[in-house]
């Protein structure tokens, strides 16, 4: 395979093209390119990433697992640096208008986060805003440091999320739920039970040990015992690396319900184990007292109906 050190992100265009057209001329005909070349920059964005991304035994082709987990990946990125773009842009045009960053983990990022601000716009007031997904820690130090106004994390029973930093406050922003889920099996039912014979394994699609979300399901597991049936056939810090494989038929992953609630209406995937393996989660708004400036302040206010009670917390959760 060749050697790729520089990425075009339009080669991510290209596999999506090619994912939903499953033929290489076709594809190429959409990019306005002809189909050599279309071939040539498909194999250089394979080369890249350094394994096949399609199926190219059959017609028409298919993405390979690590294609369907790229090109989503690579589509996010886009739309990211799209939505950078534009936040830049306004910040220029704008400048005397303060520009709220939020903090998150990738989790909130992906599905929780856009429809609660699209929530908080619609009932207050838009906020130039922009978003940084990373993990947790990072988000932390980030907070401390000054480099984004807010820090969106999760809460539960097994774990506080969020502390150690001085003049810490926080506020409810929404719940979500860490349910157990894999694909379906033959009979339509989950393809991986925890009721079947004791001591048979039970593929297990494990966060990395730097993902703050396992902090919330690892204490469940080991005092429910579960920890004992689950044997680990992959581990990736991002929940939705592991929703991927998840569908593929991989194993059981424990995911946000907001991120799979698409797949379990289309039956893509399936709750499984038993319904006190869920874990209720609590999304709360961060912000360090101290470091705000009149635009965090009104964000705050609304959000912690401080301004003459007129609003409540309660508005801005999506379940």
């Given amino acids: 395979m060749m050697r790729v050190t520089a990425m075009d992100f339009a080669w991510f265009h290209d596999l999506g093209r090619l994912a939903r057209t499953g033929h290489f001329s076709q594809a190429a005909a959409q990019s306005n390119i002809s189909q050599p070349a279309f071939s040539r920059r498909i194999r250089q964005l394979e080369a890249w990433v350094g394994t096949p991304l399609v199926d190219r035994r059959h017609h028409p082709v298919t993405l390979t697992a690590a294609g369907t987990q790229m090109l989503e990946a690579g589509l996010q990125a886009l739309e990211r640096l799209e939505h950078e773009r534009r936040q830049v842009r ?3 045009a704008l400048p005397d208008r303060h520009v709220v960053t939020f903090g998150m983990p990738h989790s909130i990022a992906w599905r929780f986060y856009p429809d609660w601000l699209e929530t908080f716009e619609r009932r207050c007031a838009p906020v130039m805003s922009r978003m940084r997904a990373d993990d947790l820690p990072s988000c932390v130090e980030a907070l401390a440091q ?3 106004d807010f820090l969106i994390g999760y809460r539960s029973r097994f774990s506080a999320g969020v502390a150690g ?3 810490l406050e926080s506020v409810s922003i ?3 739920v860490l349910v157990p889920i894999c694909s379906l099996g033959p009979d339509g039912g989950p393809r991986f039970r925890f009721d079947g014979a004791l001591g048979r394994p039970v593929p297990w699609l494990r966060y990395g040990a730097t993902a703050s979300i396992s ?3 690892e204490p469940l597991l080991e005092s429910l015992g579960v920890t004992e049936r689950l044997s680990m056939v992959y581990e990736n810090t991002m929940a939705g690396a592991l929703r991927i494989r998840a ?3 991989a194993g059981v992953a424990w995911l946000p319900r907001s991120l799979v609630a698409p797949d379990l209406a289309s039956g893509l995937l399936v709750l499984t184990g038993e319904p006190d393996w869920q874990i209720p989660l609590e999304i709360r708004l961060y912000r360090l ?6 635009v965090t302040r009104a964000v705050w206010a609304r959000l912690a109906g401080e301004r003459d009670g007129r609003a409540d917390p309660a508005d801005f959760v999506v379940a």
Avoid: F, K, P, Y
């Fill in 165 to 167: 930093l001085a003049s």
């Fill in 90 to 92: 306004e910040a220029v």
């Fill in 215 to 217: 902090t919330h399901i």
């Fill in 289 to 294: 007292r101290d470091a705000s400036d009149t």
């Fill in 247 to 249: 569908r593929e038929g």
């Fill in 146 to 148: 000054g480099d984004i």
């Fill in 174 to 176: 929404g719940r979500d």
